[in-house]
């Protein structure tokens, strides 16, 4: 993992293990009511109607690519921007189900590269809130399109593949319905083609985004 990656990992995990344990501290003290963000998990969960979310993230992704069978691994890392777009629905208080579209994207030398992916997203809440661990799979689509050098015209390729995340990351609320989330996200791609060698795509992500409760 990349030395910028773990200091965020580190991070995260520390903003979300203190404030998740100092809400459930509060909330056990005799005489003292609940805080609001947990009277409205309770709420939520005796209305026996699951609560939702949708969300939106912009961030740093770092991608690297490696062909099956050369034998070379993966490539040095090259980092663009990312822009993910998610919703899920509380299913209890420590799992959410929900789907995912992230992108990644790519500007250089005549040609245009965009990563992107459509998964069903798993997050599971150790803590009740707060801190979370997340894991996916899904569709993934690598597409490419520019012009080919000496003016013989323009093309575009997209391949579709398999593709999967595991991630971490934590709900830090501002709002009482909005909750601002950093995230560290590893993105998984893998390409066949018949006529031209396989290949997978990874991508180290570093992702801030703001997640909006939907209300019943």
Not at 34 to 54: F, I, K, M, Q, Y
């Amino acid at each position: 993992m990349r030395p910028h990656a773990l200091t965020l990992l580190v991070a995260v995990a520390a903003m979300a293990v203190f404030s998740s344990g100092d809400a459930f501290a509060q909330d056990a003290r005799p005489g003292r009511p609940a805080s609001p963000g947990l009277r409205e998990v309770t709420a939520d969960e005796s209305s026996g109607r699951p609560a939702g979310w949708l969300g939106f993230s912009l961030g740093a992704g770092s991608e690297a690519y490696s062909i099956k069978g050369d034998g070379y691994g993966y490539s040095s890392y090259l980092t663009r921007p990312t822009v993910t777009i998610d919703g899920a629905a509380r299913l209890s208080r420590t799992f959410d189900l929900g789907g995912e579209l992230a992108g990644w994207f790519n500007s250089e030398g005549g040609y245009d590269q965009a990563l992107s992916s459509l998964m069903l997203v798993g997050s599971w809440y150790p803590a009740g809130r707060g801190l979370f661990l997340k894991g996916g799979l899904g569709l993934g689509f690598s597409t490419v399109n520019g012009y080919y050098p000496y003016g013989y015209g323009y093309y575009r390729r997209t391949d579709v593949g398999f593709a999967g995340q595991l991630g971490v990351g934590a709900e830090l609320r501002v709002a009482r319905r909005t909750v601002l989330v950093p995230s560290l996200t590893l993105y998984q791609h893998d390409y066949s083609s018949r006529d031209l060698p396989g290949y997978r795509e990874r991508i180290v992500n570093v992702g801030l985004g703001l997640r909006f409760r939907l209300p019943h």
